[in-house]
Nanobody
């Protein structure tokens, strides 16, 4: 019913930047909150940043001041601008969206994941 397609991951040196994008499509009536999570082997998935339909984002302490989340409500797209990247940021990043569908109720949907590797 709803698909989230991510892009923008890759390999970058410490101190570099990447911008992730995630576009939701399908039977969408309204997209509520959107967020970015990340996961590394042996660790639980953690919330990196969250944004509702307003302009203000919420961030994990580990990325505060370095990452910026934003969204384009007309395009059902969320972005994560990542600056001053550190090796500790290496993870698979997953997009999440809480969606009110046209066919049923409200559910959470996940992107396919995109690998971010920060290494020299």
């Amino acid at each position: 019913q709803v698909q989230l397609v991510e892009s923008g991951g890759g390999l970058v040196q410490p101190g570099g930047s990447l911008r992730l994008s995630c576009a939701a499509s399908g039977s969408i009536f309204r997209v509520n909150a959107m967020g970015w999570y990340r996961q590394t082997p042996g660790k639980q998935r953690e919330l990196v940043a969250l944004i509702r339909r307003g302009p203000t984002g919420n961030y994990a302490d580990s990325v505060k001041g370095r990452f910026t989340i934003s969204r384009d409500n007309a395009k059902n797209t969320v972005y994560l601008q990542m600056n001053s990247l550190k090796p500790e940021d290496t993870a698979v990043y997953y997009c999440n969206a809480n969606v009110v569908t046209t066919s049923s109720g409200t559910s959470d949907y996940w992107g396919q994941g995109t690998q971010v590797t920060v290494s020299s």
